[in-house]
């Protein structure tokens, strides 16, 4: 057997080695992870303080049509539409109905809805509406008519334009929120107001609470008797009048707007000669002058009854001939 003399070539491996250099791509990873978090928390805060009409902007903005025309520029901020006031002031607008975390829920709606002045702020008079009306007393026929004109706008907008009438009166403006036939503001012989006219009195109240003239507050209903005789049609036109003015004194009316609240029953119809329509079944608001209220505040004071008793002794019948007392005495 032959031997062969060829050498034997042992290779040695290491067993350890380096390790390959790590790259910067997990970095990149993480900060679009960290991106991703604050753009989703960014979303959410949006949402949460966001009414429906500003959501809607939002998403305009997102999709590039909220302007009509013109390149988006995103570093000009005078057209922007962001909920926060880059000058440093707040622009959410509080809720209208309070929640009892924010520990106010006492106080009503009055006390945190306040519509925002001028034309920087978010919903600022809800549109030119409300930030066309000069908050003060009320007391020419052009006054009033310019104030009508705004609460015909706020019913228009409500679309209860079929159930509510509007008149203009010496003494103020007269606003009947009657039923239909179709439409009824409360439940069938409840004092459980219906959504929808809760809804018109919530857009009536704001414009209302600009305004400094007195308010009068009246139910009514129609001739059809209330089964019962512990609870009657007094007490029912009394209880939905209150009602009506728990909701505008919850939704921006100041209490010491409110000079009287009244049921009436079916003594003042508003069709006579159908005391069962349904427009009789109302609620009046009046919107007094300054003369009106003044009038209203001393009757029911009883600062009007002097007057009214030297009034009547002025108007008592005068001798015009001597002689004639005696014939009048007997």
């Not at 013109?70 to 809720?95: A, C, H, K, R, T």
């Not at 001393?298 to 008793?309: D, F």
Request: net charge negative; hydrophobic share 45%; no cysteine.
């Amino acid at each position: 057997m032959a031997v062969s003399n060829d050498p034997v070539i042992i290779r040695k491996r290491p067993r350890g080695g380096k390790h390959a250099a790590h790259g910067g791509a997990w970095k990149v990873a993480f900060a679009d992870f960290t991106l991703a978090m604050m753009a989703l928390f960014m979303v959410l805060w949006i949402i949460q303080v966001a009414d429906q009409k500003e959501r809607e902007m939002v998403v305009q903005y997102i999709n590039g049509d909220l302007f009509a025309a013109g390149e988006m520029n995103p570093f000009d901020i005078s057209n922007s539409p962001s909920l926060i006031d880059l000058q440093g002031n707040m622009q959410v607008q509080p809720g209208a109905i309070p929640t009892h975390h924010a520990g106010t829920d006492r106080a009503g709606a009055s006390m945190h809805v306040r519509v925002p002045e001028g034309e920087k702020q978010t919903k600022a008079g809800l549109g030119p509406e409300l930030n066309s009306l000069v908050p003060g007393e009320f007391a020419t026929q052009a006054q009033l008519e310019l104030l009508a004109r705004e609460i015909n706008q706020v019913i228009e907008a409500a679309q209860m334009g079929s159930n509510v009438a509007l008149q203009i009166l010496p003494q103020g403006i007269r606003i009947l929120i009657h039923d239909s036939e179709h439409q009824a503001m409360f439940k069938l012989g409840q004092a459980q107001m219906q959504p929808y006219f809760e809804d018109l009195l919530m857009a009536l109240a704001p414009l209302l609470g600009q305004v400094k003239n007195g308010l009068t507050v009246s139910g009514h209903t129609d001739a059809l008797p209330y089964v019962g005789r512990s609870y009657t049609n007094w007490e029912l036109s009394a209880d939905r009048a209150l009602i009506a003015r728990q909701t505008l004194e919850y939704s921006g009316v100041h209490p010491n707007q409110l000079l009287q609240v009244t049921g009436m029953a079916a003594r003042v119809p508003l069709i006579p000669e159908d005391p069962y329509h349904a427009k009789n079944r109302r609620i009046e608001i009046m919107v007094l002058t300054q003369d009106a209220a003044g009038k209203l505040s001393r009757l029911l004071t009883g600062e009007m009854l002097p007057q009214a008793r030297e009034a009547a002794e002025m108007n008592q019948p005068k001798a015009r001939y001597p002689g004639a007392a005696s014939v009048l005495e007997r």
